[in-house]
């Protein structure tokens, strides 16, 4: 939909925010003291604060990305200095990005009273007069909001939906129709003006419109929807559903496509995409901020969202496209709260539900994470993505009986559905099934994954290592390893299995040299490092042994190998003793190497 001159245009719209920094944060909600965001400042806290303390703590929260709590700083900054229009500003921008737009509009108004001029205060105040309906105001102030390519198409659009609202339709349609612009304006142009006159009960010349979107791209999902359902309205159902059938040759079982075949099989005709000025505006501010969203513009995409919602709060797609927003900032526990809002009864509930799980699980609320996925499993045994999410989880926690049961049930779906075996299904179930000691059954799926996907580098790299490990195997062994290195060179995990497989067979000297490279890749990990030291020890290199043991230490390696290296620490290894092989557990259960 867009080209290589978009993304260029899009940067260029950082002049956007109207204050001298960028817009400040992204909102955390910490309901559970395992998150790692930062704490709501309390009335209290507020109350104590100098206005210097107020603004420093504000500029950490943004800093951290923590919009919720700069706002509220900023926001008891300007209560004690309220003609100070810096603070004002900050306010305004950081209520905006933490979504709280009923404030910002209190903000943006207080903003206008000094600088008529301000674009970011006019779109926000604009918006709110379309959300009240007062749609000639709402025109003015969405007007004079324009600074550029981007925020010019997003006016155009937002105007167009109030002139609609009020009453004129040709209004809307001659000022979308004259605006021009890059090659990516067409296509919003038509879907917009083909969903006005569709409510406008200009039933033909919306059909136009919307064909000549669908022309232009195909695989846009909005368009296709749009498109499908005037479709089942004015043509007929197979005309619809070949709509959705080719998208779904695209991009195959998205719920809504999914959804829209279903009823237009039962031979219902679908509602138009808008039913109201408030949606079209929603899907305006929805369509851009997504595609910003996509291509690095992530501080003008969360303004576009944030009014969407405003708009229109239960827009499931604008929802999880802030969400994923959140997630690429590193931010899954705002992200968790975004996906809560997703209705019940959305069809991408289930989606929100599994990324939720994922973002529970990378904040350490893994018993909630797997609780939701069961919860999905259940509703529907068949949902290989829900299965999988689960399953992977459930290995993170090392609960490997519970995990290899669930890759299980994830094949058996597959192999239901008639679809291609996958060698991930396997390789994960495998090495569920060795680390829950069911070996036989580890290495027939090893080999499964190997005859799916060969030479894939980690399932090498596994089933070598596990060869060596029980000394079985050992000349495939190592071949193996050898050729999963070859082609991770620089995957620090595989070349300590390497570096390891050495020290297994007693050939100390490489070892060292392998697993010395090891570190060097990989630095911070403590089982290279563990590794290392028992190498060194086997070369006589008995005070870099301990070094390199103490170091590993250090790195707070696995509960049960802590022991290990402390006994290794005061005694060394033992002459008559194997070598220690200080397990591989975490770079063996998320799949990264030995």
Known sequence: MFSNRFNRLMLATAAFAVIASPLPSLAQTPDHTGDSSAQFPSKIDLKSLTTAGSYLAARHASVERDATSAAAFYRSALRTDPKNNELLDRAFISSLADGDIEEAVKLADRILLIDKSNRVARLVVGVRDLKLKKYTAAQSNINQSVRGPITDLVATLLA????FGAGDSKTAIANIDKLVGPE???IFKDLHAGLLLDLAGKQKDAGTRLERAYKLDDSALRVADAYARWQSRHKDDAAAQAVYQNFNAKLARHPLVLEGIRD??????????????????AEALYGIGASLTRRGGEDLALVYLQLSLYLKPDHSLALLSLADLYESVKKPAMAIKVYERVPANSPLKRNAQIQQATDLDAVDRSEEAIKILKGVTAEDPKDLEAIMALGNIERGKKKFADCAQTYTQGIDVQAAQGDKPNWVSYYFRGICQERSKQWAKAESDMRKALELQPEQPHVLNYLGYSWIDQGINLDDAMKMIKRAVDQRPDDGYIVDS????????????????????????????????????????????????????????????????????????????????????????????????G
């Open 160 to 163: 167009g939906w109030a002139s």
């Open 184 to 186: 990516w304006y067409p």
């Open 264 to 281: 237009t099989k039962a031979g219902k005709k679908l509602a138009p995409l808008v039913d109201s000025p408030q949606a079209g505006a």
């Open 498 to 593: 390497l570096g390891w497989a050495y020290f297994r067979i007693g050939n100390y000297e490489e070892a060292v040299k392998t697993l010395e490279r090891a570190i060097d890749l990989k630095p911070e990990d403590p089982t290279i490092n563990d590794h290392l030291g028992d190498a060194y020890w086997r070369v006589g290199r008995t005070l870099e042994a301990k070094f390199q043991w103490q170091h590993a230490k250090d790195l707070k390696p696995e509960a049960e190998e802590l022991p290990k290296i402390e006994a290794k620490m005061e005694n060394g290894l033992p002459d008559d003793a194997k070598p220690a092989a200080a397990s591989a557990d975490r770079k063996k259960e998320d799949g990264k190497g």
